[in-house]
């Protein structure tokens, strides 16, 4: 079947750094992908709609300046968190539609210290 | 604003009795429901879906109700198994099959042999 695949699963960096996060879909192609995160004991949030050469849809309240989403080819979308801070401590994941199902990535858990 | 409310953190069954998570929207134009399956450190799985057109579907051991006058569904497995244990979301959808989910907090489930 579809399969999302994301790198890496853990990250852990220092206050005021960047970070990317990959989405990769792995044997379809996919426009769109999405990018969701999960604080602890709460749902998964929709941050964005990564669209596939242009420019991602950020949902209310977040902030594109902070969260940089590129998604230059069919299979890869990126997630930055810049300048990173300890509240974006979280649980992100991607997803995307593929044969008619919606696909998650493993998800990437990243701690800012 | 939670669209889509588990207000269930958490259930415990015994192995070999049914399953039943609860999940209820307050949007009335969401016209597609779906639960996901997530263990630790892993993005969710798709488990099943329904149409608002529908009140039941059934797959296997997994069936899930809809009771849009209520807008209210469930997720009923019978027989549960120790491999069900794992955290349910529930997400709805605006448009029939649309990309965009709205998830809700999610239920931890425990299945007891």
């Not at chain 1, 989403?69 to 995307?96: G, K, Q, R, W």
Request: proline residues 4%; charged residues 20%.
């Amino acid at each position: 079947g579809a399969v999302v695949s994301q790198h890496p699963s853990r990250v852990i960096c220092k206050s005021g750094t960047s970070v990317k996060i990959e989405c990769r879909s792995l044997d379809f192609q996919a426009t769109t992908m999405f990018w969701y995160r999960q604080f602890p004991k709460q749902s998964l949030m929709l941050m964005a709609t990564s669209n596939e050469g242009s420019k991602a849809t950020y949902e209310q309240g977040v902030e594109k300046d902070k969260f940089l989403i590129n998604h230059a080819s069919l299979t890869l979308s990126t997630l930055t968190v810049t300048s990173a801070h300890p509240e974006d401590s979280s649980f992100y994941i991607c997803s995307a539609w593929g044969a008619g199902e919606l696909f998650f990535g493993e998800g990437s858990r990243l701690t800012v210290l | 604003d939670q669209q889509v409310k588990q207000n269930s953190p958490s259930l415990s069954v015994q192995e070999g009795r049914i399953s039943i998570l609860n999940c209820d929207y307050t949007n009335s134009m969401f016209d597609y429901f779906l639960w996901y399956k997530k263990y630790p450190a892993e993005g969710p799985t798709f488990l099943i879906s329904i149409s608002s057109i529908k009140d039941k579907n059934e797959d296997g051991r997994f069936t899930v109700f809809l009771n849009k006058s209520a807008k209210h569904l469930s997720l009923h497995i019978v027989p549960s198994q120790p491999g069900d244990s794992a955290v349910y979301f529930c997400a709805a959808s605006y448009n029939q099959g649309a990309q965009k989910l709205v998830f809700g907090q999610g239920t931890r489930l425990t299945i007891n042999p």
